[in-house]
């Protein structure tokens, strides 16, 4: 029987390079701790200590208190688990067929990100820090405070102001108008550098005020509005596994079955490092 001969780790691994690539809110977190995942349902603790205390110190009469370590560690949970099936003719003609498996790897991995995507976005927002979302605001009115560009700084400004280092790799995520909108912005794109070359070029969007740009059809709507998202690499945690990918026969028909299961789990673990702003498109 063809199933027999398939080989579930091709597959997997043209799954994983695919559901990588379309990753747009995913590949925003730090991911280490993906290698201990086995099976949903599984939990990774994060290990960090909570604030350490310093006291005035006089040589000679101080007499030192110390201090217990406090533990803030928290807990990842594996608790999303979506598979994929699909039927094929045969899988010893798939095989052979490198185009195809491709494509319906790449269809697979497309409708797993996006699903992925989409959960991910909707739970940044809704834990961001209270204090790290800006007012609301109409943009692509041809300037002042309420145009395309300014608001990403003030993003930046808001997470600096919440103690994110710098060089903390900041990122922010944006519609496609948006991002059209800052392509047409001479802060932006007008400086010669290869950087504004390549963004006038139409390539990865690149940088703007200390911020890794990303675009998403994926992002969250409130009423028209559009949560733009900005944060680091430290604010969450995201970890993933291709559990399975395996063929089999199906009992109904005169065909093969190739199926899969995606699980993953992702946690807030500094809101303070996530800050967004509800933009209308003017």
Known sequence: MS????????????LLENLEHDHVYAKLGNR??????KAKGDSVRINSIGPITVSAYTPNSTSISWQELQD??????????????????????????IELMNEAMRR???????????????????????????????????????DA???????????TESDVPRNAKRWVVVPPWYEGLLRKDPRFVSFGTDKNRTNLRGEPIGDASGFTVYIS???????GAYYVQAGYPGAFSF?????????LRIQTAFRDGVRGQHVYGYKVTRPQGLAYVLATAA
């Open 3 to 14: 199933v027999d001969n398939f080989k579930p780790q091709i597959w997997t691994a043209k």
């Open 32 to 37: 280490d701790y993906e290698g201990e995942i």
């Open 72 to 97: 803030a560690s928290q807990v990842l949970v594996i608790d999303n688990d979506y598979y994929f099936a699909f039927y094929i003719e045969s899988v010893d003609k798939a095989q052979s067929n």
């Open 108 to 146: 697979a991995s497309w409708s797993l990100a996006e699903t992925c995507d989409d959960l991910i976005a909707a739970y940044l927002h809704a834990n961001t820090s209270a204090a790290n979302i800006l007012t609301a605001v109409t943009v692509g009115t041809g300037g002042g405070d309420d």
């Open 149 to 159: 560009y300014e608001t990403i700084v003030d993003l930046d400004v808001k997470l």
């Open 217 to 223: 059809n994926n992002m969250p709507t409130s009423g």
């Open 239 to 247: 970890a993933e596994q291709i559990l399975d990918t395996e063929a």
